[in-house]
């Protein structure tokens, strides 16, 4: 960090001449009063015309530089920087958890080049602040890449699939995938068809705060993910955050059944017509819903992580335009998932182009704006006409899923028959044929 990082113009000019530099103890004299404190940094867009300092009581204030009549140095400081404690050692009998990091807020601090939340720690460093780790598990810890989530893309899913087979055959007892919350339920979605049959748990895990917020939930997040990875009875994929305000419980997300439901609450993920597969208090995992993949010491599962991007999730609206399904025909889309109204309706005046859509053998599949119920295209005469044009059913599976299932389908099937045969058979738990009468399953 520079001496001075994030000052410019008349308050850089002014600090310069005083002598003085970041994290230094200054006193700033003003015709009205004294302050005392220590020098902090600036982001890079703030304005020029104020000096921020950090009082005894904890709190920054900015002074007006055109108030200020001196400034001295009362003693040199230690400059802002950020050590990570020595690694924990680690008893060697502990089960074997890789974590994999791609970045997000759980692997984030504060920017002040820009005043932002920036993906700045590495998967190892998460681990050395996080000693209570040592106890659960023998960490490895490695950086795929480290992205804002939402510049995730297909091809990150793939290259995400195959470093999890690569620890799969290493022999690890669990994967911890570290990921923004953004977009987490789609790489999770992409994963669990990607790592169909995985004989161990493979976790994402996120956290809404940034490890430097005192409200942060990346410790407990990061805690708990590595407890289902090496603790869990099941395989598969899943998503760990917190199930309520408070640090008491964990949810343990089925991956293809996983929606963000706020931007910002710690427990913003929900399970969408379903119940979480089980529940993490304290160090044990509690509640766990029967028939899930068992865990098996076997490494025998198949890779498929081939997604095809040519497909488009089109929510529908009053007045939606259908020359916009016109122009992802001609630009040679494969597939289209309509977010339809209700039960599963679009206006009349698309179905021209859709059935044009279906006739030029683009797999087009419907899902319901509503994040609770199911798609059922029986009960209207228009769901019927959709029915006819040769639109799917896709029943009570998210959106987001369909979305990463039908590029999935399209980028492993053996023609255009057998992904749409994929589109309609419950794989990794994505479809309930049945729906649960509670509105949000507990």
Not at 50 to 57: G, S
């Amino acid at each position: 960090m520079s001496e001075l990082a994030g000052y410019k113009g008349s308050s850089l000019v002014l600090l310069k001449k005083s002598g003085v530099s970041i994290g230094d103890q200054i006193e700033i004299t003003t015709p009205k009063m004294k302050y005392n404190g220590i020098l902090m940094p600036r982001y890079e867009y703030a304005d020029d015309l104020h000096i921020v300092i950090k009082l005894p009581n904890g709190y920054n204030v900015g002074v007006d530089v055109g108030s200020v009549h001196s400034i001295k140095r009362v003693s040199e400081g230690i400059k802002p920087h950020f050590a990570p404690p020595l690694t924990p050692p680690i008893n060697p009998k502990l089960p074997r958890v890789s974590i994999v990091s791609t970045g997000g807020t759980i692997a984030s601090r504060v920017d002040y080049r820009s005043g932002a939340v920036h993906p700045a720690l590495s998967a190892s460093e998460l681990y050395s602040v996080v000693p209570e780790l040592s106890h659960y598990a023998l960490i490895d810890a490695e950086v795929l890449f480290s992205i804002y989530s939402e510049n995730m893309k297909a091809e990150y899913w793939s290259a995400i699939a195959s470093k999890v087979a690569e620890k799969v055959r290493d022999g690890y007892q669990g994967i911890v995938i570290t990921h923004g919350t953004d977009t987490m339920g789609y790489t999770s979605a992409a994963l669990s068809f990607a790592l169909a049959n995985v004989p161990v748990p493979v976790v994402l895990v996120g956290s809404q705060r940034s490890s430097d917020r005192p409200s942060s939930d990346a410790a407990s997040n990061l805690i708990g993910a590595v407890i289902v990875a090496c603790k869990a009875p099941f395989s598969g994929v899943y998503v760990v955050m917190h199930s309520d305000m408070s640090d008491d419980s964990l949810a343990v997300h089925l991956g293809t059944k996983v929606r963000k439901n706020h931007t910002s609450r710690r427990d913003a993920f929900e399970s969408v017509n379903t119940a979480p597969v089980a529940y993490i208090k304290g160090k044990e995992i509690e509640k766990i819903k029967p028939n899930l993949p068992p865990r098996r010491e076997d490494k025998e599962f198949v890779l498929k992580p081939n997604f095809d991007t040519r497909v488009a999730l089109l929510k529908f609206y009053p007045s939606f335009d259908p020359e916009i399904i016109g122009y992802l025909v001609d630009k040679g889309y494969r597939g289209i998932v309509l977010e339809g109204t209700g039960l599963g309706h679009v206006g009349s005046y698309c179905y021209g182009r859709l059935k044009e859509a279906t006739d030029r053998g683009l797999i087009v599949a419907m899902t319901s704006q509503c994040i609770w119920g199911r798609v059922r295209m029986t009960v209207y005469d228009t769901g019927r006409d959709l029915l006819n044009i040769g639109i799917i059913p896709l029943d009570d599976m998210p959106s987001e899923t369909a979305l990463v299932k039908m590029m999935w389908a399209l980028g492993n099937a053996d023609g255009i028959e057998e992904a749409k045969e994929l589109m309609i058979r419950n794989l990794v738990g994505e479809t309930n044929y049945r729906s649960d009468i509670e509105r949000r399953p507990i």
